[in-house]
């Protein structure tokens, strides 16, 4: 049984989510501030937290930073009343995997909760690929592990199994809606600008410090992955 994490300071909401969450099957803990809500994550080491952008405390942003020191697995998606596109980028470079933006329907809630444990759990599948070597770039899937020209990326592993999934299917054109259920499950794009921060983190973990450029946009379809050397000053 999985263990999600509601850390919401609204009571209405948070007992309404938790119990929408324990009728679905899900083991619940709850948290009604930032400071306490981390203290549990760290303590407890749930598999999904549903974080709430304005907390009292700590707000979603500086928990997620906190937390993503310690777990870099836990998927945390980050429920929002602020429907600015740079709130909700602000909330994935701070660490969340995803975002759902009030006010939201259950049905929906569930179905990204189930999502997002889907593909941490589908992570265990990653240590039966292959090592992949192409151009200055080794990918060791069992290890979750990538050097670039021999020195270790750093990576969270939603970039991480972007990068694999692009790195397995080398010269494909591989489209946001493929990626999409790939790497987060979903069978429908909840926003294309997820996939496109991650893309960002992603070529500046391991194209910055390359000899090479790996991922090529194909403008208003998705991306390509093909080494192809950088030209030269």
């Known amino acids: ?12 909401i948070r007992q309404t989510v938790d119990y929408a969450l324990r009728r679905a099957g899900f083991e619940t803990l709850t948290a009604a501030d930032g400071v306490e809500g981390l203290t549990i994550a760290i303590e407890q080491l749930p598999d999904l937290i549903l974080l709430d952008l304005m907390l009292p405390g700590i707000d979603g942003y500086a928990f997620a930073e906190q937390l993503r020191r310690r777990d870099k697995d836990v998927a945390i998606i980050m429920v929002t009343a602020l429907d600015q596109e740079r709130d909700k980028v602000r ?5 969340a995997d995803d975002y759902i933006t009030k006010p939201f329907s259950m049905e929906e809630l569930l179905a990204r909760v189930r999502a997002n444990l889907r593909r941490v759990r589908e992570r265990k599948v990653l240590a039966e690929e292959k090592v992949i070597e192409t151009g200055d770039l080794v ?13 270790p990326a750093r990576l969270r592993l ?26 987060w499950g979903y069978d429908f794009l909840p926003s294309s600008r997820t996939i ?7 070529r500046q973990a391991v194209e ?26």
């Open 196 to 202: 496109d921060v991650h893309i960002r983190r992603l």
């Open 139 to 151: 990918i060791e899937p069992a290890q979750v592990r990538v050097s670039v020209a021999g020195e």
């Open 1 to 12: 049984m999985a263990k999600v994490l509601v850390v919401e300071d609204d009571p209405i």
């Open 91 to 95: 909330g994935l470079d701070s660490g």
């Open 158 to 183: 939603k970039e991480f199994q972007l990068l694999v999934a692009l790195a397995s299917h080398p010269g494909l054109l591989m489209s946001r809606q493929r990626l999409a259920s790939e790497v």
């Open 208 to 233: 910055e410090p390359s000899a090479f450029e790996y991922i090529h946009t194909v403008h208003g379809v998705g991306y390509r992955f093909e080494p192809t050397p950088k030209a030269r000053p």
